[in-house]
């Protein structure tokens, strides 16, 4: 005797382990969508800047290209290579990247109610390559580091030749610096470091500093991933604006006190 599906199943077919999910949509999203924008995205990114990086000129005063800060004196064509691994290690380390790249290239689930492929098996991130994820606080450290020369070379975009001013590059560098502080101050090992590991901050050394910090450092850390796309974005604005000034095809537009 056969057994017809009832209608709810007609409407929802059981995944693989028997879990219901919408037919092809969550929310009314298509559930694949997030995934596939996520891989091009970052592959689009990755392949941008290993190029940019590869052009051997990130300056046309006053501007420097995030992708060449700070500046070294040694590599030669490679030289922003011996910087780059930093915000590299940051990003891949990232809890919040290291969602979206699982979910994305790994399909490990692909979605929320979505298997992963059934040969998996989880190891966690015990072993080379994903171990190296444990060392995301390390990464924070030096990136500040990196942060605090972005901040300088904006400062250094406001100087045209001795007169203080301000060019569209300015803005650009400007928007840029302020987003990615957002992004390395919104980390959740910042917040953690801040605040993470006081029981009580009313007993501990400058405590309420501290819990002031934390529910400051608190209130970015849901914006997190919202900061992680915007400052990838507005690196790659800046350093495409400065390759345009370079390759001369406009001029800066500049207000010169
Ligand atoms: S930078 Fe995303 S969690 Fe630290």
């Known amino acids: 005797m056969s057994v017809q599906p009832s209608s709810a199943t007609r409407r929802h077919p059981p995944s693989l382990a028997g879990t219901f999910v919408p037919a092809n949509t969550l929310g009314g999203q298509v559930w694949w969508f997030q995934p596939v924008a996520v891989v091009v995205a970052l592959t689009a990114f990755g392949i941008y800047a290993f190029w940019a990086a ?5 300056y046309i ?5 995030p992708f060449y800060s700070p500046q070294v004196p040694w590599g030669g064509l490679f030289a922003p290579f011996w910087v780059l691994w930093v915000p590299l290690g940051f990003r891949a380390s ?3 990247y290291r969602k979206a790249y699982y979910r994305s290239f790994f399909w490990d689930p692909p979605a929320c109610v979505r298997l992963e492929p059934s040969n998996r ?3 966690g991130e015990q072993r080379f390559p994903f171990i190296l994820n444990n060392f995301h606080r390390f990464f924070l450290y030096l990136s500040i580091i990196v942060i605090l020369f972005l901040w300088w070379d904006t400062i250094r975009a406001f100087d045209f030749s001795g007169h203080f001013g301000i060019g ?7 928007i840029n610096v302020v987003l990615l502080s957002f992004y390395t101050f919104s980390c959740h090992s ?6 993470g590991s006081v029981a009580c901050f ?7 500093a501290r819990h002031g910090l934390w529910q400051r450092i608190s209130s970015i850390n849901g914006r997190h991933p919202l900061f992680a796309w915007l400052s990838l974005t507005s690196l790659l604005v800046v350093d495409v604006y400065l390759r345009l000034l370079l390759a001369g095809v406009f001029t800066d537009p500049r207000w010169v006190a």
């Open 168 to 174: 569209l590059g300015t803005v650009l560098m400007l």
């Open 54 to 58: 590869l052009q051997g000129r990130g």
């Open 190 to 195: 910042f917040r953690h470091l801040v605040g």
């Open 94 to 96: 990232c809890y919040y």
């Open 121 to 123: 098996k989880y190891s």
């Open 202 to 208: 009313s007993c501990a050394a400058a405590g309420n």
């Open 61 to 65: 005063a006053p501007y420097l290209s």
